[in-house]
């Protein structure tokens, strides 16, 4: 007698996703949130959070929030951590921006 269950099949990522699976350092939305993820706990430790707002070439543009919005070591937050932590992960990144 053999069992009821079916084999299991894989499921299809997203386009998205599937490209970020391919190579984990393009420079994809899903790529950059992947990082950010890692930095967001500390930035939330100290009440702020980071948003991405455009990816346009070569520039990510955040939006950093919270505390982290008015903080004045906002600007060696964004060059020393996030663009430095991007830059890191995802070559292709020449700079990140803070918009407003």
Do not use: W
């Not at 346009?56 to 955040?62: A, E, F, L, M, R």
């Not at 964004?78 to 830059?87: P, T």
Request: aromatic fraction near 0%; charge should be negative.
């Amino acid at each position: 007698m053999g069992t009821d269950t079916a084999p299991v099949d894989t499921v299809p990522a997203a386009a998205d996703d599937t490209a970020a699976e391919l190579d984990p350092r393009a420079l994809t939305l899903a790529n950059v949130e992947r990082t950010l993820d890692e930095l967001r706990p500390y930035l939330m430790a100290d009440g702020g959070n980071v948003e991405v707002v455009e990816i346009d070439g070569p520039i990510v543009k955040v939006r950093l929030q919270g505390a982290c919005g008015s903080c004045p070591s906002s600007t060696m937050t964004l060059k020393m951590g996030i663009e430095r932590k991007l830059r890191e992960a995802i070559p292709e990144v020449d700079e990140v921006v803070q918009v407003l």
